[in-house]
């Protein structure tokens, strides 16, 4: 964008082009997810009078199909920078001063400085712990493992269990709390556990790993507790962490925060006047290490910089969705943080069986939520469980955005039949 707009850009990227989301992250994450929804499809025909043969599944066929996506999108993005004329340097950069960058043995005087290097996986550092894979190598493994024990309780651990309990693995997901998927609803947090153990999950909360060791073929993961499980690979999602280390950002005098995060400030500067940055790498998105917040906060620094107008991202109503099996997406404040921040709240929801799954038999129920300002009857919470869970809630982000009232939700005529039209049609509140 900013070269787009007359800026002469130069980007250094050692790996590959479009980072962790194109690469390790997001995209190729789909269409695992993707892949794994097939097992349900198969099932619910039968009840639509098709009848398939046993299904059966390639890995390798998978991981070469995704493989060959991404090598086309990594091409796609170095054309998009190339054709706008973004030099790119293939290649590790550091800051070797406030203005100076050093990549592949040049140095390059620059204006203004972007650090936008991501994140990386973290690991859990017990006895063994190098046994373990992160998400990284999940994208990578050399046949489906036929039992994979998940240490983690977030956005990744809840989709790879997904994804490996649809390809046909025994699952077993360990997170150290009470209940996983800290942060988000509470009641859409309790019903996505039933339904993870209802497919088969072994979902065990109040478990923390102990030891991982090589036994008998396989891998032994002993628990805190004692108990110990075999799996033939351990996957750690236990978080991630800021990508800053050794870009010489200190020897700048980037400041840093305690996680070795860049701070910045509202506009993305950091302690450096024209050193920016944006996205995992930054201090203000901790806890929205996202995408498309990413992408928002760069489109704000070409516009602070290059057009003269500081620009600030909103972080208020990010929609976000875990990609598990049925989907969790929401937008706004949970239940309990509108309690928290609401002198009055009125909480609408809806548990019903999707049309579909009457002829196929499955009895999974969706759950749609609106959580109301009883105040001003805006909206502040939208979340649902269920098929299609993050195409629909991405629609009710923009009512949020726009401040919409439960009265514009009610004036909202449906699409009928669809699991969408639940958001308009809810009329009672009331309890669970
Ligand atoms: P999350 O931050 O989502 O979850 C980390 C999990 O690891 C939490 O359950 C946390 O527990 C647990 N944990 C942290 N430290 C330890 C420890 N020492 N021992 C045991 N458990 C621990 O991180 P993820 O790795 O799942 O994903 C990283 C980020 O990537 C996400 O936060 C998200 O921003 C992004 N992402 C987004 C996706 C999407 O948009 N669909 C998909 C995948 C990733 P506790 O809650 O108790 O701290």
């Known amino acids: 964008m900013a070269a787009a707009g007359g800026a002469r850009v ?8 479009g980072g962790t989301c194109v690469n390790a992250g997001c995209i190729p994450k789909k269409l695992l997810v993707y892949a794994a929804g097939f097992r349900d499809d198969f099932e619910d025909a039968a009840g639509y009078g098709w009848s398939v043969g046993a299904p059966r599944f390639d890995w390798r066929a998978l991981i070469e199909n995704k493989d ?22 293939d290649t590790r950069a550091r800051l070797a001063g406030p203005r100076t960058v050093v990549a592949g043995g040049e140095r390059f005087e620059a204006d203004h400085v972007l650090v936008a290097t991501g994140g990386r996986a973290s690991r859990l550092e017990f006895p063994g712990w ?15 493992p036929e039992r994979i024990a998940i240490v983690g309780g977030g956005y990744i651990a809840a989709e790879f269990a997904a994804i490996l309990n649809g390809l046909g693995s025994e699952v077993t997901q360990l997170y150290r709390g009470d209940l996983f998927l800290r942060g988000f609803d509470r009641e859409l947090r309790d019903a996505l556990a039933a339904a993870m153990r209802s497919r088969g999950i072994d979902l065990r909360f109040a478990a923390e790993a102990d030891r991982l060791e090589r036994a008998h073929g396989a891998l032994r993961l002993t628990l805190l507790d004692g108990s110990h499980l075999d799996a033939d690979a351990v996957l750690i999602a236990a978080g991630r962490f800021p990508n800053t280390a ?3 950002l200190e020897l700048a005098g980037v400041g840093l925060d305690g996680d070795g995060a860049v701070v910045v400030d509202e506009h993305c500067r950091t302690t450096v006047p024209h050193v920016f940055a944006v996205g995992d790498c930054s201090s ?31 972080y208020a109503n990010v929609p976000t969705a875990i990609f598990s099996e049925p989907c969790l997406a929401c ?5 309990e943080e509108a309690r928290d921040r609401c002198a009055e709240v009125r909480v609408y929801r809806s548990t019903f069986l999707p049309l579909k799954s009457t002829l196929s038999g499955r009895s999974e129920r969706t759950l749609a939520k609106l959580v109301v300002d009883g105040a001003s009857d805006r909206v502040v919470g939208a979340h649902m469980l269920g098929p299609d869970a993050a195409e629909i809630v991405q629609g009710l982000a923009i009512a949020l955005t726009a401040g919409a009232t439960k009265a514009h939700f009610d ?8 699991a969408a039209e639940e958001f308009v049609t809810m009329r009672t509140p009331g309890a669970p």
């Open 130 to 144: 190098e046994l373990a894979v992160t998400s990284d190598q999940m994208f990578h493994l050399d046949r489906r």
């Open 411 to 418: 004036g909202t005529l449906s699409i009928h039949p669809t």
């Open 246 to 248: 050794d870009l010489g």
């Open 68 to 89: 060959r996506e991404i090598a086309r999108l990594n091409a796609v993005y170095r054309r998009l920078l190339t054709d706008v004329g973004v030099e790119v340097h």
């Open 284 to 314: 203000r998105t901790r806890r929205m290490d996202l995408t498309p917040v990413a992408i928002a906060e760069a489109m704000a620094v070409v516009r602070t910089v290059f057009h003269g107008e500081p620009t600030a991202v909103d």
């Open 10 to 17: 130069g980007l250094a990227e050692e790996r590959l082009l």
């Open 331 to 335: 937008v706004g404040l949970t239940e």
